[in-house]
C-alpha cells in the first residue's frame, strides 16, 4: 500500500477526529482524486479518508456492516458536514500488490477466487444496501448521459461496440442482473488485505451491498490482468471461483456496463 511521509499538520478536522492525529506520525495513501487517504501510525494505526460531503456515507455503513462479520476494518469515526470523515482502523497485514503476493500468481488467483466466493455466500441479512444494481444501473444511465465512456473495460466480443450501442446492450440485458449475493462492488487486488495469505478483511466498500455476482467476478478476472500485466489467469479463476455459478453472457453484460464507470 502506498504511503508517503507528511510533514505539514492536517487543519479544520472534526474535533472528535484531531485527537487521533495529536503526536502520530502522518503518511498519504491516497490512490484516487475523488478523496485523500491519510494514514496515522499512532497506537494500531488508523485510516483517515476525506471527500465531497455525502460521498463516503454509502462506505461507512458497509465498513461497518462488513465488520460486524469479521471482514472489514472498524468505523471509529464517520462524520458529514462541510466534507465527509471517515475515520476506521488499521487491518493487520498488506494488500495483495504487496510482492510477496504479486511475485506467487497462480496461488494469489486462487486465493481470491476463494475468497470472493465465500464472500458471496455470506449471509446478507440487514444489509444497508440491499439493491446494489438499481444504484449500479443508475451509474450507468447518468454516465451515458455525460458522455463518459470507456471501450477497454468491455470484453473481446462486445469490443467494436459504441456507446450508444453499448448502452442498449445493457439495457437489452439488465433484467439478468439480480441482487442475491453479498457484493463487495470493486473487488480489486489493493481492496483485499492478507495477512500470510489469509484474510485480513475487505477496504473501500463503498459500491458494495446486495447485488449481482458478476460484477465481483468481473472485477477479480480485471485486476488479475491489470496487476499481473497479463491475462493468462482469467480462467484459471474462473475455475476456482466456480464455473457452475459463472454466465459468460452477464459477464458481458457487466463489462458494458463498467466501460461507463
Known amino acids: 500500500m502506498r504511503r508517503v511521509r507528511l ?10 477526529i484531531s485527537p487521533y492525529l ?17 494514514f496515522i501510525d499512532k497506537d494500531c494505526g488508523f485510516y483517515l479518508k476525506t471527500a465531497k460531503k455525502g460521498s463516503l456515507k ?33 487491518i493487520k497485514g498488506e494488500d495483495c500488490t504487496n510482492p510477496m503476493y504479486i511475485d506467487d500468481p497462480k496461488r494469489l ?3 481470491l477466487a476463494m475468497l470472493l466466493r465465500e464472500l458471496h455466500e455470506t449471509s446478507y441479512d440487514c444489509c444497508p444496501v440491499m439493491n446494489r444494481c438499481e444504484r449500479y444501473l443508475q451509474t450507468v444511465d447518468q454516465n451515458y448521459k455525460n458522455g463518459i465512456f470507456d471501450p477497454s473495460y468491455m470484453t473481446a466480443e462486445l469490443s467494436s461496440l459504441t456507446a450508444s450501442e453499448a448502452y442498449a446492450y445493457v439495457q437489452n440485458g439488465k433484467v439478468s442482473l439480480k441482487n442475491d449475493v453479498l457484493l463487495h462492488g470493486d473487488y480489486c ?29 468481473f472485477w ?41 464507470g
Not at 7 to 16: I, M, N, Q, V
Not at 22 to 38: G, I, K, Q
Open 189 to 217: 487486488l489493493p481492496n483485499i488485505m492478507l495477512d500470510n495469505w489469509k484474510l485480513s478483511g475487505f477496504i473501500d466498500l463503498g459500491n458494495g451491498g446486495v447485488g449481482d455476482r458478476h460484477i465481483d467476478i
Open 58 to 90: 454509502s462506505e461507512a455503513e458497509m465498513t461497518d456492516y462488513f465488520h460486524k462479520k469479521s471482514l472489514s476494518a472498524e468505523v471509529v469515526e464517520y462524520i458529514s458536514n462541510e466534507s465527509d470523515y471517515l475515520l476506521t482502523s488499521r
Open 109 to 111: 488467483c486462487d486465493t
Open 22 to 38: 495529536r503526536n502520530a506520525t502522518l503518511y498519504d495513501s491516497s490512490c484516487s482524486p475523488e478523496a485523500r487517504v491519510v
Open 7 to 16: 510533514f505539514e499538520p492536517l487543519f479544520e478536522l472534526p474535533d472528535a
Open 220 to 260: 477479480g478476472a480485471w485486476t488479475l490482468n491489470f496487476n499481473l500485466k497479463t491475462d493468462i489467469y482469467r480462467e484459471r479463476f474462473y475455475d476456482a471461483y466456480g464455473r457452475d455459478k459463472i454466465d459468460s453472457e452477464i459477464i458481458n453484460l457487466v463489462s458494458a456496463a463498467e466501460a461507463f
